[in-house]
Every structure is written in structure tokens, then in C-alpha cells.
């Protein structure tokens, strides 16, 4: 008889919980066993992957580790019984398929471990583990149990249409897609479906000037906008971006995480931002002499810019985009909630002609969405 092969979910969970013993305060594995009701043994052999965790655990679970959410932690530990239910590796990978065909949400995770199928049924455990970490499915797992579910009334989901801050959702754009081309004559219809479908292969390419245009456009529906830049020099040129929407009467706040520390010392980067553009403001007096008699106020109240210098890696894997390594990343939440993302290649002192900016995708919207929001966790932000 064929020997089973170990389920590599369940190893990844392993691999999750142990992380997360660690994170809080290295708590011994018989402490945490006594705490799920485990005998020592048994809870090492879970941490191990070599023994599955009940969904009847769930709640003792998310009692024990704190900073894992109930709903996703279910979802986990019924996708491990699924998967521990197939015997070979083909049959685990066509469960996978299964699970995400019925879960988009679980997608991006599930999709890490397409790099695994092909080493598990002949690599050892240890190998396995190792291979699990340098996919990232261990910290892609912990990013899923620790997200809060998204939820949404019915007449929220009718409605939805992209991905908020507050609600990343991945998968299906629900029924208002339905409501709009159900108002489309069928005449029509197919011609919409295709130019969708076009659309879905085409990249937008958008110019700092071009940005700066729509960034004007729409500053009055603007509420905030959060910055990931690789080096703060960038957020210093006033002169393409002037910064106006800091005035508008619903823009709550504009937080800027920069990677780099920055070249000069000539006081903080939020200093250096306000002297850039009053001295602009100033040179230009007659257009912004409005701006200039709260100045300091406004600055003070709506611009946070911290340095992410214990960040790096998180900052590296949100400014990576298509496999290509970006420099700068704009979140802006609009009035109604809803998530424009940009992303660009730009550098002070770079010709333009190098250049290249894009907005994201729908999922890749979501995912960059949770690790922002873990970003401003680590530097100690919460947007109101």
C-alpha cells in the first residue's frame, strides 16, 4: 500500500503557530498544548505538521493566539481535512483546486503553494518546511489568519464594486456588474462583454503627469492617501504634486512610509516637505495665498510621515510589482471607501523616458491592501 504523504496545510499551519508562540514572548509548547486541551506531544506534533488540529479547537484556538481571527482559522482547518482526505499528491492538488474554485478568497494563498506540489511527495519533512518558508506560504498564512473577515450587509455587497481598505476582498465583483449591463440592451451586450474581457489584458500606463491631473481631478473625493516609498526624496518635489488636496474639506490625512532613510539631514522629512512647498506656496503667492494662512495647522494635522527602517522586507514585497522591483506605491480612499491604487518606477534625477507606472490589478489591489495595512501596523499608524 502506497504510504501517505504528509499534508503540507497542515505543516504550513505548524509552521504559523510555532512563529506566533514565538511572537508572543517564546511561551513554552506544553504551556500552549495545556491551553488547547492537548497532551505536549500531541501539540508538538501539530506545530510539526505531522498531526491535524479539529475544527472543534477553533474556539480555544483563537483564545489561545490572540491575534488569530475565527472565520479564516475555520476556513484553514477544514481546507486541512480536505486535503488530508487524498492520499497522493495529484489528489491533494486537485482538492487545492477545489477549495479555491469555492473560496476565492483563499486564492492568493493557494496559489503559493503551486511552487510546492512538485517537491513534497520525495522531499524529506525538513525540506518541505524549508521550501514552505522560502515560497512565503507561512507569511502569507499568517496575513489570512490574522486578517479580520470583511462584512458586509446585503445591500453593501449589491453595491460593491472594488476593494475598500477596511474590506480587501479578492474574487467575484458581486451583482452590480449584473445591475449595470442588465440596463444594456442585448444588442449591445456582447460587445460590452468583449471590451471587458480586452481590458482585462491591457496595463494602464499612467505618467507622473497624468497622476498629478487625476490626483486634481478628483481631490475633493479624495479622504486619504497613503504613500510607500523606497526613498523620501521623492516626496519632496512639490512641483509636479503640490499637495493642495491637504486643504480639502474631506481629506482626513495623508501617511507616508518611507524605506530609505533619507540623503541630507536638514531636519525630518515632514519638515522638509512643509519648507519645499511654502517656499512654493510663497513663490506663488497670489494662486495659494488662501493655503498660506493656515499653513501650519494643516500640515501638522493631516501630513504623518514615518520611517519604515524595521520594515524593509514588508516594504520590499509591497513594492514589487509583476516581478519587477517598483520604487513608490499610492493608495488613494476615496469618500465612498473605495481603493485607487498606483504603482511607478520613479526616481529623483531619472529621465522621464524611463518611467513606468501603472494602476493595479483587482486582486493584486487586495493583497497590497492587507500588507499595507500590516505596514502601518509595524510603524504605529491607525487611520481613523
Keep these: 500500500?502506497?504510504?501517505?504523504?504528509?499534508?503540507?496545510?497542515?505543516?504550513?499551519?505548524?509552521?504559523?503557530?510555532?512563529?506566533?508562540?514565538?511572537?508572543?514572548?517564546?511561551?513554552s509548547s506544553s504551556d500552549i498544548a495545556a491551553s488547547?486541551?492537548?497532551?505536549?506531544?500531541?501539540?508538538?506534533?501539530v506545530e510539526a505538521g505531522s498531526a491535524v488540529l479539529q475544527p472543534s479547537r477553533a474556539i480555544r484556538i483563537i483564545q489561545t493566539f490572540e491575534t488569530i481571527e475565527f472565520v479564516p482559522l475555520c476556513q484553514i482547518l477544514v481546507a486541512i481535512q480536505l486535503i488530508d482526505s487524498a492520499?497522493?499528491?495529484?489528489?491533494?492538488?486537485?482538492?487545492?483546486?477545489?477549495?479555491?474554485?469555492?473560496?476565492?478568497?483563499?486564492?492568493?494563498?493557494?496559489?503559493?503553494?503551486?511552487?510546492?506540489?512538485?517537491?513534497?511527495?520525495?522531499?524529506?519533512?525538513?525540506?518541505?518546511?524549508?521550501?514552505?518558508?522560502?515560497?512565503?506560504?507561512?507569511?502569507?498564512?499568517?496575513?489570512?489568519?490574522?486578517?479580520?473577515?470583511?462584512?458586509?450587509?446585503?445591500?453593501?455587497?449589491r453595491n460593491f464594486?472594488?476593494?475598500?481598505?477596511?474590506h480587501p476582498i479578492s474574487g467575484q465583483l458581486?451583482?452590480?456588474?449584473?445591475?449595470?449591463?442588465?440596463?444594456?440592451?442585448?444588442?449591445?451586450?456582447?460587445t460590452v462583454l468583449q471590451l471587458i474581457d480586452n481590458l482585462k489584458h491591457i496595463t494602464p500606463r499612467v505618467t507622473a503627469g497624468e497622476l498629478a491631473r487625476w490626483e486634481g481631478s478628483h481631490k475633493n473625493r479624495i479622504s486619504y492617501i497613503i504613500g510607500v516609498v523606497r526613498k523620501p526624496e521623492i516626496i519632496l518635489d512639490v512641483h509636479t504634486f503640490d499637495y493642495t488636496?491637504?486643504?480639502?474639506?474631506?481629506?482626513?490625512r495623508m501617511v507616508l512610509v518611507h524605506r530609505d532613510p533619507p540623503r541630507t539631514q536638514g531636519g525630518s522629512v515632514s519638515?522638509?516637505?512643509?519648507?519645499?512647498?511654502?517656499?512654493?506656496?510663497?513663490?506663488?503667492?497670489?494662486?495659494?495665498?488662501?493655503?498660506?494662512?493656515?499653513?501650519?495647522?494643516?500640515?501638522?494635522?493631516?501630513?504623518?510621515?514615518?520611517?519604515?527602517?524595521?520594515?524593509?522586507?514588508?516594504?520590499?514585497?509591497?513594492?514589487?510589482?509583476?516581478?519587477?522591483a517598483m520604487n513608490n506605491l499610492w493608495f488613494y480612499i476615496m469618500t465612498t471607501g473605495y481603493v485607487v491604487p498606483f504603482i511607478d518606477n520613479a526616481e529623483t534625477g531619472a529621465s522621464p523616458s524611463d518611467l513606468f507606472g501603472t494602476s493595479l490589478a483587482y486582486d493584486e489591489t487586495c493583497e497590497r491592501i492587507a500588507l499595507v495595512r500590516e505596514l502601518l501596523n509595524d510603524v504605529g499608524i491607525k487611520l481613523a
Design 1 to 27: 500500500m502506497a504510504s501517505k504523504t504528509r499534508n503540507p496545510f497542515a505543516q504550513a499551519l505548524g509552521l504559523v503557530l510555532q512563529a506566533t508562540r514565538d511572537r508572543m514572548g517564546g511561551i
Design 36 to 45: 488547547l486541551g492537548l497532551a505536549a506531544s500531541h501539540y508538538r506534533m
Design 87 to 157: 492520499r497522493q499528491v495529484q489528489d491533494m492538488q486537485a482538492v487545492a483546486s477545489l477549495i479555491k474554485e469555492v473560496s476565492p478568497g483563499m486564492g492568493g494563498l493557494l496559489r503559493r503553494f503551486e511552487g510546492l506540489w512538485d517537491v513534497i511527495e520525495d522531499a524529506e519533512p525538513a525540506e518541505v518546511a524549508r521550501r514552505i518558508t522560502e515560497l512565503g506560504i507561512d507569511t502569507e498564512l499568517y496575513t489570512f489568519l490574522t486578517t479580520e473577515p470583511a462584512t458586509l450587509t446585503s445591500e453593501e455587497i
Design 161 to 166: 464594486m472594488t476593494p475598500t481598505y477596511e
Design 174 to 190: 458581486y451583482d452590480k456588474i449584473g445591475n449595470i449591463l442588465q440596463g444594456v440592451a442585448p444588442f449591445y451586450l456582447d
Design 245 to 252: 488636496f491637504l486643504w480639502e474639506a474631506n481629506f482626513r
Design 271 to 324: 519638515e522638509q516637505i512643509a519648507g519645499c512647498l511654502r517656499s512654493k506656496f510663497q513663490g506663488e503667492r497670489v494662486k495659494y495665498e488662501s493655503l498660506l494662512k493656515d499653513f501650519e495647522s494643516v500640515i501638522g494635522g493631516k501630513l504623518l510621515v514615518r520611517h519604515g527602517e524595521h520594515s524593509g522586507e514588508r516594504i520590499d514585497r509591497l513594492l514589487q510589482h509583476q516581478g519587477m
